[in-house]
């Protein structure tokens, strides 16, 4: 089919079937017509995470399309975007598997932008590295929120260390730059060989969390004073870690899943929250508790600035992508990256698969 002011009627993209949970990719996928304040993206690259190997079970709408991340170029616009130029080429994120608009998961040869949660790529970032920042970017923004910290138009005063636990993941990589930028000092967890890496992007001292005696490392150096901790992995022992690296005083732990309750109960000078990624586009969540969540205002506008503001430090080389590794041969090859993923065959790299 040709392309019209809103794309053709339908597409190839990677829809689950709630019966059995079957992964799909098919050529007849209805793609919703474009509003006034959207734009149409021929995707290019899509990026996978270990989210989208988790939308599985009761977080499935019916033939719903997968995915977060997208790259590609804009081919059409509404009448009333003004920001993007057909030709542009942009990367985002889609709020995959909401139940109000299960066909706007990224995985399909065309995307429609979702709100303010997309920026423009400057020439010195590829259209595959461009691909990561989606789920990255909208994780990292809302884990400076959860924290108490600002976004880099407001540095802090006085800066203050982070222990980001989990360095080599794909949340540290952009988080850590971002705390950078605002000022504070990330120091990180992460196993020798990735060391280099982990300080690369912004990490002043890392720590081998296999070693027994690693939390009380972390203590002795920040001087019993910690008062952040953004845990990127989560589970029993990554919350007693952060637990006990945090100082007398207590502080702010955050994850980015729900956190073991009896844990966090040890210490009540540590208060707690986690990131829900896609309530950055302020239109709530449909998913399943304790997932869900009403629609916010505040939500979406701070989802605006963020990414307005790291359109800006991509741009200036500031702010950049963690590395990829890419499958080439399009769509088909997503249920594969997924399995990948999800059996840890992409550990310190994003699996990003080109159209
Ligand atoms: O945001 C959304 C929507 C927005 C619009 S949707 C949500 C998107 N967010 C996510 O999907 C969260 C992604 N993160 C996770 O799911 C977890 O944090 C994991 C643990 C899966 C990390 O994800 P990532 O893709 O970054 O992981 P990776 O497979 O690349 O692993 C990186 C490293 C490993 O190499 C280990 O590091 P080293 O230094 O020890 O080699 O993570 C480390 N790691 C662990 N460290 C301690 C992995 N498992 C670990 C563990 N303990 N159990």
Known sequence: SSDTASGPATHRAVIIEAAGDRVRVRDDVPLPPLRDDQF????????????????????????????????????????LVTDVAIGDRVCGAQHAMNANEPLRGSFGEYDISAGRIWLKLPPSVSTASGATFGAGISTA????????????????????????????????????????????????????KNAEQVKAYGAEETFDYKQPDCAAKIKAYTKNNLRFALDCITNVQTTTFCYAALGRAGGKYVSLDPFADHVAATRRTVKTDWVLGPSIFGDGSTWPAPYGRPPSDELRAYGEKLWTLAEGLVAD???????????????????????????????????????
């Open 40 to 79: 149409l993206v021929r995707t290019e690259a899509v990026a996978i995470n270990p989210s989208d190997t988790k939308m599985r079970g009761n977080f499935v709408t019916d033939g719903g399309i997968l995915g977060t991340d997208y790259a590609g170029t804009v081919v059409a616009r509404g009448r």
């Open 317 to 355: 080389g500031k702010l950049r992508p963690h590395p990829v590794r890419t499958l080439e041969g399009g769509l088909e090859r997503v249920p594969e990256g997924m399995d990948m993923v999800k059996n840890g065959q992409f550990a310190g790299e994003k699996c990003v698969v080109l159209l």
């Open 141 to 192: 923004g809302m884990a400076l929120k959860l924290l108490g910290l600002p976004l880099p138009d407001a540095p802090v005063e006085k800066p203050a260390y982070v222990l980001v636990y989990g360095g080599s993941t794909a949340t540290a990589t952009i988080v850590m730059q971002l705390l950078r930028l605002i000022n504070m000092i990330p120091i990180a967890t992460c196993s020798p």
